[in-house]
């Protein structure tokens, strides 16, 4: 692939959905100051740079980002948990993102940082947005798991 490979654009309004997002954006990095809690709007807007875990994990391994937006609509409160959100230039790992049924269609979305960190949102429903912004870039490294990367496939060189 080069850097005019497909980019992605999902629509998220369910659990099931919420899952394929998730697997797309594991070990994306974001910038504390690219998460965009807009209380008014009932909008939270997370500003990140997916790593191509498909280019990865291909015949002939490329190791890519690509600049993306992860959109929630229709959330009630936004939390955080061991984000210092006065470090604008901290860099959050995000290991994945969850969803806990309250009172049907309600519940918590749950973005989960790699140290403890985590973004804790209540909606009224799930429904957000995943979609890549511009061109990707390689990087030099594939980001690793201590104790996970026996359960990836063994393509990645």
Known sequence: MDNKAAQLKFVVLDEEDLEVVSTHLQDAVVKVAD???????????????????????????????????????????CKCRNVDQAA???????????????????????LIFSGGAALRLEVECLEAELADLGPMWTTA?????????????ATRR
């Open 35 to 77: 998460v965009l809690w807009r209380p008014a709007e009932k909008r939270l807007v997370v500003a990140l740079n997916r790593f191509d875990w498909e280019g990865a994990q291909s015949a002939s391994p490329e190791y890519r980002r690509r600049r993306s937006a992860l959109r929630f609509e229709r959330a009630l409160s």
């Open 88 to 110: 604008k230039d901290g860099v959050l790992n995000l290991l994945a993102v969850e969803f806990a049924e309250t009172e049907a269609p309600s519940g918590v979305v749950t």
């Open 141 to 153: 490294a594939c980001p690793a798991h201590a104790g996970l990367d026996e359960a990836r496939p």
